[in-house]
């Protein structure tokens, strides 16, 4: 995507509001890039306005709150794909964070190798813009339920949001945490309309159904009160009229500068630096990012770490840093108001607070919501671990879980029943997913239990998570995907028939229903069908919900598959392996089509009688096999089997292999 900004003056159909402002855009290397349109530019005045706010002062000590006006912190909002991360791309090329000619990847900050491969944002991450003098610091964050986590923490460190909706398929389950999320913490809301370009928009009814949202999340008068932008995030573009004409992004910024507030905050005061996320980095160790809440973090200074229900310690700045376009930049000190960046603290963890040693303040410690699901990594036992491998060992695991419990707060870890294993409770199945799928790509060998949701005691009744499942699908998918949800205990509570062809339909469901679903669900619905769920709270045990209802072809012995025995196999169901596959007693080759497990031989050749009949081997036609992707095999396994999970592959096998 290129800068959508022209030399020279806007033609007509630009938005009111762009006649009447000037535009700023330095690019990294300091240079104006782009500039026109009086009056000249005035920079924003630092700590121009002076109010008092004891109310967000932990210790209601009278401090002197300024308003930092040359400052903005908001976080970028929304259910997964409704252009998050796109948006953030065009902000970044209309300020002038990139040269013209620049060669930079699309949907830039999602710069994980899994984030770039699932074209999803796994991990909140920060950027900066200067717009019109003012520093904006965004916070692009996942839109996916299963990093909702990430979301949360995150609002620790903005003062205003922007909450995205796609203009196509209005709120959606995770619209609605975060908005929620948002609103409790009585963060304004900016609401942008995004994807306006797509065919089949409903740009009024999305409206209203946000309206609708608002209300139902009981918003106060002035929180309803919000203004509403509309995107085409790909092409650069924001309006404040649906029907009205534009280039750029300029009437989103000014909706920035004008409605999300500024940091109020005391730089006088001792420091008070929330820890919101932690990185790393190989140069300097651990860092941890968050807002400084007041006074001034500087470098090389001695600070208090302050964790919660202990002494403060004492700890030493090694860098002190603040962010500008995609970069940490170095600093000496930096003022309340901003997010910054702080490395040296060994021990610094996420909701710690640096303050001052003479006179520590901690700020209020961070919660997140609780894990629902839970499954059990432990040591790769079957006969081929140890292959392509580094990681093989249970002290290997359990060093690399204690590292992800640093930087991931929404996980917990605990030692399973069974020495060589661990429990991880999570989210959901991608947030266990994407763990696994990092610890493979670095070399770890594993073996994965089924994942199981967490079930609780709630007024001495066992219960467990449930859901609200949103399933879009075309009208004549409805009956069948109503008998598959009622199948497995779901309770439809809303039909609505929009008229574009799909019907939207939600249910209350547990959890526990929604393992292994997806799936089954795309297959039904021919890929059509969108599945979106959110967890709505602990309801009592559903009960009884049957589990797959096929059979496996389980190997009877170690070898290699062969083309004859998988030819004469593959009328009993689906085949996973391909000739020339190394296979072991106990792993699972295939699914029957019964619901009864069966071993098989794979491994079985024909009986050669002369050289035409074994020539005649690769004569005989194989049905491609089904292959599973992590998740996949996650939810496709039984209780009594595991996934085998190695950089190189991805095995299904039972518990016991005799
Ligand atoms: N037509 C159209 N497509 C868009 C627009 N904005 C984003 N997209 C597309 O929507 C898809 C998702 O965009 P992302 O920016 O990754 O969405 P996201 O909200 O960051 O997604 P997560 O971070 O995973 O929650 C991509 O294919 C984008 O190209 C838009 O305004 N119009
Ligand atoms: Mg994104």
Redesign the pocket.
């Given at each position: 995507m290129r800068s959508r900004f022209s030399d020279g003056c806007p033609e007509t159909g630009l938005a009111p509001v762009f006649l009447h402002s000037h535009l700023d855009f330095h690019s990294l290397n300091g240079r104006v890039s782009r500039a026109f349109v009086e009056p000249p530019v005035t920079a924003a005045e630092p700590f121009c306005r002076e109010t008092e706010r004891p109310d967000r002062h932990p210790h209601s000590i009278r401090m002197d709150m300024q308003t930092r006006n040359d400052l903005r912190n908001l976080a970028i909002i929304?259910h997964?794909?409704?252009?998050?991360?796109?948006?953030v791309d065009a902000m970044l090329w209309q300020s002038g964070v990139f040269r013209e000619n620049e060669q930079v990847a699309e949907?830039v900050m999602?710069s994980l190798d899994l984030e770039r491969e699932k074209?999803?944002?796994i991990m909140a991450k920060n950027t900066a813009i200067t717009y019109r003098g003012t520093k904006i610091n965004i916070v692009?964050t996942?839109?996916?339920a299963d990093f909702g986590g990430e979301v949360e923490r995150t609002l620790n460190m903005v003062d205003g949001v922007m909450l995205?909706v796609d203009a196509t398929e209005g709120p959606l389950p995770q619209t609605r945490f975060v908005l929620g999320k948002a609103l409790a913490r009585g963060l304004p809301p900016i609401v942008v309309i995004?994807?306006?370009?797509?065919p089949d928009r409903r740009i009024n009814e999305v409206l209203d159904e946000i309206y609708d949202l608002f209300i139902d999340l009981d918003a106060t008068e002035e929180q309803l009160d919000f203004p509403v932008l509309y995107?085409?995030?790909?092409?650069g573009v924001a309006l404040t009229d649906p029907d009205g004409r534009g280039r750029d992004l300029v009437p989103l910024f000014e909706a920035i500068l004008e409605h999300i507030p500024a940091p109020t905050c005391d730089p006088e005061a001792p420091l008070q630096f929330l820890v919101t996320t932690l990185q790393h980095s190989d140069y300097v160790g651990r860092i941890g990012v968050g807002k400084v809440v007041n006074g001034v973090l500087r470098r090389n200074r001695e600070v208090a770490l302050l964790k919660p229900d202990s002494p403060p310690l004492g700890a030493s700045l090694s860098q002190v840093y603040t962010y500008e376009g995609l970069n940490r930049v170095e600093r000496e000190e930096v003022p309340a108001g901003d997010i910054a960046a702080v490395a040296g603290v060994d021990d610094i963890f996420i909701g710690d607070t640096l303050g001052d040693l003479p006179e520590p303040r901690p700020l209020p410690v961070i919660t997140v919501e609780e894990p629902t699901i839970s499954m059990v990594f432990s040591v790769n036992t079957s006969p081929l671990a140890g292959r392509d491998g580094k990681f093989l060992t249970s002290r290997h695991i359990k060093e690399r879980l204690d590292k992800e419990l640093l930087y991931n707060v929404s996980i917990r870890v605990e030692q399973a029943e069974n020495r060589d294993s661990y429990r991880v409770n999570a989210r959901g199945e991608l947030q266990l997913a994407v763990l696994v799928e990092t610890m493979r790509r670095e070399g770890f060998e594993l073996s994965l239990s089924k994942p199981k949701v967490i079930t609780r005691e709630v007024k001495g009744q066992l219960s467990e998570p449930m859901e609200l499942a949103v399933v879009d699908v075309p009208e004549k998918f409805v009956g069948i995907v109503t008998e598959m949800l009622s199948s497995r205990r779901g309770k439809m509570t809303r039909m609505i028939n929009n008229g574009f062809g799909r019907v939207r339909l939600e249910f209350e469901i547990a959890s526990r229903g929604l393992i292994g679903f997806r799936s089954r669900f795309l297959t039904e619905t021919r890929g059509t069908g969108i599945l979106n769920a959110l967890l709505v709270g602990y309801m009592p045990h559903a009960g009884e919900i049957a589990g797959r209802p096929n059979g496996v072809l389980v190997s009877d012995r170690d070898g290699r598959a062969v083309t004859y025995a998988i030819h004469h196999l593959q009328p009993r169901g689906t085949i996973f392996v391909n000739p020339g596959e190394p296979v072991y007693a106990g792993m699972i080759v295939g699914e029957n089509s019964r619901s009864e497990d069966i071993r098989v031989n794979i491994t079985k050749e024909k009986k050669l009688t002369n050289i035409r009949a074994a020539g005649s081997d690769e004569a005989l036609h194989l049905i491609p096999p089904r292959r599973f992707t992590l998740e996949q095999a996650m939810e496709y396994i039984s209780d009594d089997e595991l996934v085998e999970v190695t950089p190189g592959a991805i095995r299904l096998r039972k518990m016991e292999r005799r």
């Open positions: 929304a997964v794909d409704h252009g998050k991360t796109t948006l949907r999602d074209g999803i944002t692009d996942p839109g996916h995205l995004n994807k306006i370009d797509r995107t085409n995030a790909r092409a």
